[in-house]
């Protein structure tokens, strides 16, 4: 894992943009994309750029059930607003919250997955250490599939809703494994909330009951920390 602190989600969203840009440049045709306010940084900058994604496919890496694009809420609406209206890309995936068929849909997004191996994929971590939406507890080897959500990430997530009983309880997330499979994963973390989880992300043992511990072990991963979540690291 390589670890690359700086001041803030600014610098940390420069920082990733030039680790976008050089994987673009040596050939990164799918990226995996994540929601959340950790990215936002990240999509201004490359909003503001020069770059191409024209020819490019993304894969998002979760999606609330129940809601679809036109609440303002949804992932799919967020990806628009922040990325996609502004850099269109060659085409855009994220799962279908509104499936009549989780089942299916889950399915569905594997093959989708398969069919486009993702090159380089963004993440952010949640306090209690998930990744996607793949909560403690959640083995390494599952791919697409519905999820619980903890009360520790629905209340993480409350901010964006004007009542937190306006959180929807589930999502259909990519698991561990399907992120796994990405060649290049970029994980970005800012603020002193994330200061626990990204100690027993980099320097905790391996175990599912820190989702993104499962990082340490394999190649081509970067993490990019403020110094508020980067606080605890020895
Ligand atoms: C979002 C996602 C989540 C978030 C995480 C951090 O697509 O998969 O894992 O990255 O919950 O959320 P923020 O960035 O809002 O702190």
Redesign the pocket.
């Known amino acids: 894992m390589k670890l690359i602190v700086v001041k803030n989600q600014l610098e940390g969203g420069k920082e990733g943009f030039k680790l976008l840009s050089e994987a673009m440049q040596n050939g990164a045709k799918t990226l995996g994309?994540?929601?959340?306010?950790?990215?936002?940084e990240f999509y201004n900058q490359i909003v503001n750029s020069d770059l191409d994604f024209s020819d490019m496919t993304s894969v998002?890496?979760?999606e609330y059930v129940g809601l679809d694009g036109s609440n303002d809420q949804s992932?799919s609406y967020f990806m628009n607003k922040h990325l996609f209206e502004e850099k269109p890309f060659k085409v855009n995936y994220l799962p279908n919250g509104k499936a009549a068929d989780l089942d299916v849909e889950v399915k569905h997004y594997d093959s989708i997955i398969d069919e486009n191996p993702i090159d380089w994929q963004i993440?952010?971590?949640?306090?209690n250490g998930?990744?996607?939406?793949?909560e403690p507890g959640t083995p390494t080897t599952v791919t697409t599939h519905v999820v619980d959500l903890t009360e520790s990430?629905i209340e993480?997530?409350a901010r964006?809703f004007d009542h937190i009983e306006d959180v929807p309880k589930q999502a259909i997330?990519m698991g561990l494994a399907s992120i796994m499979k990405s060649k290049n994963i970029v994980l970005?973390a800012?603020?002193k909330?994330?200061a626990e989880a990204v100690k027993g992300m980099i320097e905790g043992e391996v175990t599912v009951d820190l989702p993104a511990s499962i990082l340490q072990t394999r190649d081509n991963v970067t993490v990019i920390a403020d110094e508020a979540a980067a606080s605890l690291l020895s």
């Open positions: 994309l994540a929601t959340g306010s950790t990215p936002v998002n890496l979760d992932y993440l952010g971590i949640g306090q998930h990744i996607g939406f793949n990430t993480a997530n964006f997330s970005m800012y603020g909330e994330k």
